[in-house]
C-alpha cells in the first residue's frame, strides 16, 4: 500500500460530498461555534496560494472544534458584486452575470480541491436575488429609521412623526443633518406632504444629500480616493474634479459612539482596534460661534481648544465653505475663485497629507471675536477640510503650528496667549503652559480654561461643548451596473420605497454597461426601469406619467451593501421571508471566529459593525457585535522576477551584464524562471506577443540571468504560484501543512518552495507508520510508556497552539512525534488511531484514510479530539531495589528526575520502610538517583 495523495484526496472529497459530512444543523443539542473566513470577490484570474492561507487556519479551527464536541457553522460564499466583472462587460459585452457564474464555478473547483469542511448547503452570492433582496429590506428599514439619542437606539420613523404631531421637534435629540429650523406641532401639521418629506429625509438613516464626490467626467462616474492618483483617474488617467451630486448617504455617524464602545468588548488585535478608533477619530471640544461683521450669517468653528480663544488671530473657512461666496468682498472675488478652482482638482487625501504647502486667500470679511468684540481676518485655505467638523476653524498661531506657519506665510499678526514663547512644545502639549493676554482665563492652566471658557460662551449664547467625530456619513451610490438596484422611486424628485412585499428589484438587462451619453449611471439604459404604483411591478420608461407610474433610482449600491450582513444570511440561507428565522439567528448568535485579511480594517469591518447594530436595535441581530474574535491572516508574499529591457530597443540584457546601458525594468513570469535565476529565453518570447522577436545578451556562460524581488503576491506581478499545481503535484494534505508551517498566522511571509519536499516526505513518513507495500502493519500490542510520551507531547502541544492559532508549530511538532515513533517501530493501534484524529485538522484527507484502514466505517472527523494525560509525560522511571543492611526487601517505582533529598523522604515515609526500622532510627540512608537506595539500620 502506497500514499497516493492524488487518489485519497479525490476518493474523499467525493465521501465527504456525497455523505454531507459537514452539513450543518441549526438544531442541536450541542453548543455552537461559528467560524467564518471573509467571502471572496471570484475574480477572474482564480486563486493562488496566498488566497487559501487563511482558509486553511480558519478550517482547522472548525475541524478541531468538531472534534471537540461543538456543532460547528463553517460556511462558505462569494462576494460576487463588483467592478471586474463589469469592466470585463464593457470590454466585451459578455454579461458580469455569466462571467460570475464562470469565476464561481472555477473559484469552487480550486476550493474543493483544498478539501475544506465548508457546508455548502449554506452558500451565499451576494449577486444572486434572492439573497440582495433582503440587502433591498436592510435599505428600506434605515430609510424608515431615525436614530433617538434619548434612548440610544435607531427607531421607527414613525416614532419621530408623532413627537412632531404632539410638540414639533425642539425636544428632539437626534442624530439628524445640521441646521434643522426649530419648529412647532402646529408648524410641522402645516407643512404640506413635501415639506414633511424633505423634513424627515433629515432624520432618516439613510438619506438623500448632496455630497463632495471625485466626479471623473470622462469615465461618466465617481471615483473612491484610492482610484485617484495626482489628481487623475488610475484607470485611464483621466481629469478628476470635485463635485456636488445627490448621492444616498448612511448615517453611520449616529453609531460613532458606540462603535468606539464596542471595541472594548472584543477580541481583535489591538492595532485593528486601533485604526477603527483612529477612523472613528473622537475630539472632545467646543463649538464656538463667531458673527460676521456687517452680515447676519455666522461662522461655527469646532476646536479642542476653547482654552485658546483669546488667541484666535484669524480665521480660516475651508475653500467649499458656504459662506465663502457670501462674504468676500468685491476686491477678493477673483483670486478666491481661482483658489476655489484650484483646490477642486486635489483630492482629500492629497490636502491632509501636503503639510508643507501652505496656501489661503483672504476674504476681505472679518468675524468679531465673541469676547473681545474686535475683528478678525477671514481666510480661505486647503488644510481646513471641508467634511470635517464645521469647515471652518479658529486660527490660533501660538497652539497650532499649521495656524503658525499660516501666519507666517501670510505675515497676519499674531497674538501669544502662552506665558512662554511661542515653540514646538505648545503644539504638541496641552498641559504646563498658563494663559495670559487672556482676560477672565489669565493665569489659568488648560484643564481650568477650558471649562471657564465653555461656561462663557454658554451664557454669551455663542457657544457649548461639544465631542466630534472623524467618522463621516457613508456615501452609498454608485454609478455602476454590476450592483443591487435600490428599491427607491421618485415622485417629484422625492424618494419613495417600494413596499418589501414586491422585493426583490431585480437589476435590469441594459443593452450597455458603460454611463449614458447624458452622464446618467449605466441604468440609465435600461428600458423597463419605472416603476408601476398600481400594479406593483416594473415596467417599461414609456409609461412613465408621474402619476401612477414613476421613474426607478439610477444608482446601484456599493460593494460594502452584499457584505455588512452576510454572516446572518448563513444562519439560514433559504429562507424567503426573513434575513434568517429568529430561532436560527438566536441559536448561533454571532461569529465566534472570523478570518480574513487586514485591508478591511475600516471598511469592511466598520461598515458591518454599524448594520449589526443597527439591525440589533431593529430586533433582528441577536448581539451587539457580530465578530467576537478576530484574526488577520499574513500576506503571502511572492518572489517577482524581472528582465531588463536596453531602452528604445527590443533586447534584453541578463543583469549581470548590465554596466551603463539604461534599461527599462519589466516583470517575467516566475513559471519561466528556474531555481538558478535562468529565464527560458524560448519560453520567454513565447510568453507574450510583444517579445516574440525579443533579442537577448546573454552572459560568458550563456545564461540570462533575472533580477528578484519580494512582494505581494499578485497576479499583476506576474508571481503567483497556482494551488492546482501544488495539489497535482504533492497533494492538498501536504499545500495545507505546507502553508501553515511557512510561519506565523499573522506575520507576511514569503512563499518558497524549496521547503515542500520536506512536508510531502513527512506525509510519506506518517504513512509508513500504519502500512508498508505490503498492507497494514498495525499491530494491538500494548504500546511502551515512550510511544505514549510521544502521541501525549503532541496532543498537549497541538491543543495549545490550535487554541493560540500557533498552527507552524503544531506542524513541527508533527514531524518531532511521527520521527519519534519512527525510531520506536511504533506500529501500535492504541497510538495511531488517536494520532490520526490529532492530525485530521491539519491534514484530512489522510487522516480519513488511515482510520479507514484502520476498520473504521465513518468519517473521522465526527471523532472525540484525543484527551491529553499529564501522567504520559512524567519522565520514565526506574524501579529500585530497596535494601535494608544490604538485603532487598522491596521494591519503589519513582519518577528518574527527583532529587536525593525527595527520594529519601519517600523512602523514610514509606509504610514499608517503617516496618523494616520497627520504631528505630535508620543510621545511614544511601540515595544514588537512577541507581541505589540502600539502609543501614
Ligand atoms: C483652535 C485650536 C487651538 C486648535 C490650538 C488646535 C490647537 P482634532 O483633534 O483632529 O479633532 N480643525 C477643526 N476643524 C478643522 C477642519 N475642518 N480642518 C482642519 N482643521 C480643523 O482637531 C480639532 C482641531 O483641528 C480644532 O481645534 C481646529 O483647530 C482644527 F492651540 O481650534 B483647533
Known amino acids: 500500500m502506497k500514499y497516493n495523495p492524488n487518489e485519497i484526496e479525490a476518493k474523499w472529497q467525493k465521501f465527504w460530498k456525497e455523505n454531507q459530512t459537514f452539513k450543518t444543523d441549526n438544531n442541536s443539542e450541542k453548543p455552537k ?34 472534534h471537540q464536541g461543538f456543532n460547528v457553522l463553517h460556511p462558505q460564499g462569494y462576494d460576487s458584486f463588483g467592478l471586474p466583472a463589469e469592466q470585463y462587460a464593457i470590454q466585451t459585452g459578455q454579461h458580469p452575470a455569466i462571467t460570475t457564474e464562470e469565476n464561481i464555478a472555477r473559484y469552487r473547483e480550486q476550493l474543493d480541491r483544498i478539501g475544506f469542511s465548508f457546508d455548502w448547503n449554506r452558500e451565499v452570492r451576494t449577486s444572486n436575488a434572492d439573497y440582495y433582496k433582503h440587502t433591498q429590506w436592510i435599505f428600506i428599514q434605515l430609510f424608515n429609521s431615525w436614530y433617538n439619542k434619548e434612548t440610544d437606539k435607531a427607531e421607527s420613523i414613525t416614532t419621530l412623526v408623532s413627537k412632531f404631531d404632539k410638540e414639533g421637534n425642539l425636544n428632539v435629540v437626534a442624530v439628524c443633518d445640521d441646521n434643522i429650523p426649530v419648529f412647532t406641532a402646529e408648524q410641522w401639521k402645516s407643512y404640506s406632504d413635501e415639506e414633511k418629506e424633505k423634513m424627515l429625509l433629515k432624520y432618516r438613516m439613510t438619506y438623500l444629500a448632496e455630497t463632495e464626490v471625485n466626479w471623473c467626467p470622462a469615465l461618466g462616474t465617481v471615483l473612491a480616493n484610492d482610484e485617484i492618483k495626482d489628481g487623475l483617474s488610475e484607470r485611464g488617467g483621466h481629469p478628476v474634479v470635485r463635485k456636488k451630486m445627490k448621492q444616498w448617504s448612511m448615517r453611520i455617524s449616529a453609531y460613532a459612539e458606540r462603535l468606539l464602545q464596542g471595541l472594548e468588548d472584543i477580541d481583535w488585535t489591538e492595532s485593528l482596534k486601533e485604526s477603527q478608533r483612529n477612523w472613528i477619530g473622537k475630539s472632545v471640544g467646543a463649538s464656538i460661534v463667531f ?8 461662522i461655527e468653528v469646532f476646536t479642542t481648544r476653547p482654552d485658546t480663544i483669546f488667541g484666535v488671530s484669524f480665521m480660516t473657512l475651508a475653500p467649499e465653505h458656504d459662506l465663502v461666496s457670501k462674504i468676500t468682498t468685491p476686491e477678493q472675488k477673483e483670486k478666491i475663485a481661482a483658489y476655489i478652482d484650484a483646490t477642486s482638482k486635489r483630492s482629500e487625501r492629497e490636502r491632509m497629507a501636503d503639510v508643507k504647502t501652505i496656501s489661503g486667500v483672504f476674504t476681505g470679511a472679518y468675524a468679531i471675536h465673541p469676547f473681545t468684540k474686535e475683528p478678525i481676518e477671514i481666510w480661505i485655505g486647503d488644510y481646513v477640510l471641508a467634511g470635517y467638523g464645521t469647515g471652518a476653524v479658529m486660527a ?13 506665510h501670510f505675515d497676519i499678526k499674531i497674538k501669544n496667549i502662552f506665558d512662554k514663547d511661542i515653540s514646538e512644545e505648545a503644539f504638541t502639549e496641552k498641559e504646563g503652559f498658563v494663559l495670559k493676554d487672556s482676560d ?13 471658557a465653555i461656561e462663557a460662551l454658554v451664557e454669551l449664547g455663542q457657544g457649548k461643548g461639544k465631542v466630534n467625530y472623524r467618522l463621516r456619513d457613508a456615501v452609498f451610490s454608485r454609478q455602476r451596473y454590476w450592483g443591487e438596484p435600490f428599491p427607491v422611486y421618485y415622485v417629484n424628485g422625492l424618494p419613495k420605497m417600494i413596499d418589501s412585499k414586491y422585493l426583490p428589484i431585480v437589476l435590469p438587462e441594459v443593452e450597455k454597461y458603460l454611463p449614458t451619453e447624458d452622464g446618467q449611471p449605466p441604468l440609465g439604459n435600461a428600458n423597463i426601469w419605472a416603476w408601476d404604483t398600481v400594479n406593483n411591478k416594473v415596467v417599461a420608461n414609456e409609461k412613465i406619467d408621474n402619476k401612477t407610474i414613476f421613474p426607478i433610482e439610477l444608482n446601484t449600491m456599493p460593494g460594502w451593501a452584499g457584505s455588512s450582513w452576510y454572516w446572518m444570511r448563513y444562519m439560514d440561507p433559504s429562507n424567503e421571508s426573513e434575513i434568517a428565522a429568529q430561532d436560527a439567528l438566536k441559536y448561533w448568535q454571532n461569529v465566534d471566529l ?19 447594530k443597527f439591525l440589533k436595535d431593529l430586533g433582528v441581530a441577536p448581539t451587539e457585535e457580530p465578530f467576537k474574535k478576530l484574526i488577520n491572516q499574513g500576506m503571502i508574499l511572492g518572489t517577482s ?28 513570469y516566475v513559471g519561466l524562471v528556474n531555481s538558478s535565476s535562468e529565464l527560458d529565453t524560448v519560453a520567454f518570447k513565447k510568453w507574450r506577443p510583444d517579445y516574440e522577436n525579443a533579442e537577448f545578451i546573454l552572459n560568458p556562460s550563456g545564461k540570462y540571468i533575472v533580477g528578484h524581488e519580494v512582494e505581494k503576491m499578485s497576479k499583476s506581478y506576474y508571481n503567483v504560484v497556482n494551488p492546482d499545481d501544488i495539489c497535482n503535484e504533492y497533494g492538498a494534505d501536504t499545500l495545507r ?7 506565523p498566522l499573522e506575520q507576511a511571509k514569503p512563499w518558497n518552495t524549496a521547503g515542500i519536499s520536506g512536508v510531502a516526505g513527512f506525509l510519506k513518513k506518517l504513512w509508513r507508520l500504519y502500512a508498508d507495500d505490503n498492507g497494514l502493519v498495525i499491530t494491538d500490542e500494548e504500546p511502551t510508556k515512550e510511544m505514549y510520551k510521544s502521541l501525549h507531547k503532541t496532543i498537549k502541544k497541538v491543543v495549545e497552539d490550535i487554541e493560540g492559532f500557533s498552527f507552524n508549530t503544531s506542524v513541527s511538532q508533527f514531524m518531532i512525534c511521527v520521527n519519534e515513533l519512527g525510531q520506536q517501530k511504533c506500529h501500535h493501534r492504541a497510538i495511531l488511531e488517536p494520532l490520526a484524529i490529532v492530525i485530521s485538522p491539519y491534514a484530512p484527507h489522510i487522516a480519513e484514510e488511515l482510520w479507514s484502514m484502520l476498520g473504521h466505517e465513518s468519517s473521522i472527523s465526527q471523532e472525540s479530539f484525543p484527551e491529553f494525560k499529564a501522567e504520559f509525560l512524567v519522565e520514565s522511571s526506574k524501579e529500585y531495589p530497596v535494601s535494608f543492611n544490604g538485603k532487598m526487601r522491596f521494591k519503589i517505582e519513582l519518577p528518574l528526575d527527583l532529587s536525593e533529598e525527595e527520594i529519601k523522604k519517600i523512602i523514610l515515609d514509606d509504610e514499608r520502610t517503617q516496618a523494616q526500622l520497627n520504631g528505630r532510627e535508620p543510621k545511614k540512608l544511601i540515595v544514588v538517583p537512577g541507581k541505589i537506595i540502600n539502609i543501614v539500620g
Do not use: C
Open 641 to 668: 522576477a524581472f528582465v531588463y529591457r536596453i531602452e528604445g530597443t527590443n533586447t534584453f540584457i541578463s543583469k549581470d551584464m548590465i554596466k551603463d546601458e539604461k534599461v527599462q525594468q519589466l516583470y517575467a
Open 737 to 743: 501543512l505546507y502553508e501553515m508551517f511557512l510561519g
Open 440 to 452: 477672565f482665563l489669565n493665569g489659568l492652566d488648560y484643564k481650568e480654561a477650558t471649562i471657564k
Open 594 to 612: 472570523y478570518i480574513g485579511g487586514s485591508e478591511h480594517a475600516t471598511g469592511h469591518l466598520l461598515y458591518s459593525r454599524f448594520w449589526n
Open 396 to 408: 490660533v498661531p501660538s497652539g497650532d503650528s499649521r495656524d503658525y506657519a499660516f501666519a507666517k
Open 291 to 298: 458673527n460676521v461683521k456687517d452680515h447676519d450669517d455666522t
Open 33 to 66: 461555534y461559528y467560524v467564518l473566513d471573509m467571502f471572496p470577490y471570484p475574480s477572474g484570474a482564480g486563486l493562488h496560494v496566498g488566497h487559501p492561507l487563511g482558509y486553511i487556519a480558519s478550517d482547522i479551527f472548525a475541524r478541531y472544534k468538531r
